[in-house]
């Protein structure tokens, strides 16, 4: 792999997705398999994080870094996939994310802009910070999933 | 969301893989179901930059900015869930994968190098430079997917 940095800008995704939907509306069941695959990826960089951020994992500041940047970009992916027409799909999505949807979609910006927040002092080194953050972090996740996500 | 631009920092991401690892070694069925996650996604931000650099589609720089963006973060999310462990769970993944590791590692090498650079052009908004690169991509996904996936 490129042992180069790159350096990656994100941002806007709110904004893009309705060019991007406007352009190509992925059927309802891919929505929703693309939705659960940043899910999943979520889980997979936060839970190190998590870790170390909560003292049960020795820290590791160049893990958290990557995994903050790689949380930032996946943070913006799920969204589009709950669209209207995945209602029907099977999910342990709840009814109450299309039929409260300014308060999902509130959440939802919440989250993005905590995790923007923790990638911030992760890549600076800042493991005070990481700590201090990760706890809002982790109230958006739970937020979400509390109203919106079935047991 | 938040509306201010991120700048994110990735890479290096095969030297903290090894560390990660030595860290917590997911259960092989979780391997493969992140490892799987990574390329639903890798698929959903590839397709509109495919279609736009090939002129199927209106080109649009600040998607295909935005998309390669994710997909150089993606394109760094699957190998670690190619271990050796996941050999017998149920994937397309050809024995092969494990069996010529050193080309399977060489070839998702050069497809992470490839998006990098196609990520430095399109955030240049550089739109030849975009339809230029994106066949070095394509032809770094397609390596992989002829030699170590089931059709």
Redesign the interface.
């Known amino acids: ?14 904004a ?1 997705g309705v ?2 939907e406007a ?2 509306q ?1 059927k309802p069941d891919v929505l929703v ?2 939705r ?3 899910m ?2 979520i889980g ?1 960089y936060w ?2 994080v998590a ?1 170390m951020a909560s003292g049960k ?2 820290y ?1 500041a ?2 958290v ?2 995994n903050a ?2 949380l ?3 943070s ?2 799920p969204w589009d996939g709950f669209h209207e027409s995945t209602k029907g799909e099977k999910s342990r999505t709840l009814p109450e994310a299309y039929s409260q949807k300014a308060k999902f979609d509130e959440i ?2 919440r989250m ?2 905590e995790i ?1 927040k923790l ?1 911030v002092v992760a ?1 600076a080194k800042n493991e005070a910070g990481v700590k201090q953050q990760f706890g809002a972090v982790g109230k958006t996740c739970g937020a979400c999933h509390d109203g919106f996500r079935a047991k």
């Not at 792999?1 to 709110?14: E, I, P, Q």
């Open positions: 792999m490129n042992r180069f940095m790159t350096v990656a800008v994100a941002g806007a995704a709110l893009l060019a991007t352009m190509a992925a398999k693309q659960q695959a940043a999943t990826l997979k839970g190190p870790g994992v020795p590791n160049d893990i870094a990557r940047t790689y930032e970009n996946l913006q992916m939802a910006e993005q802009a923007a990638g890549r």
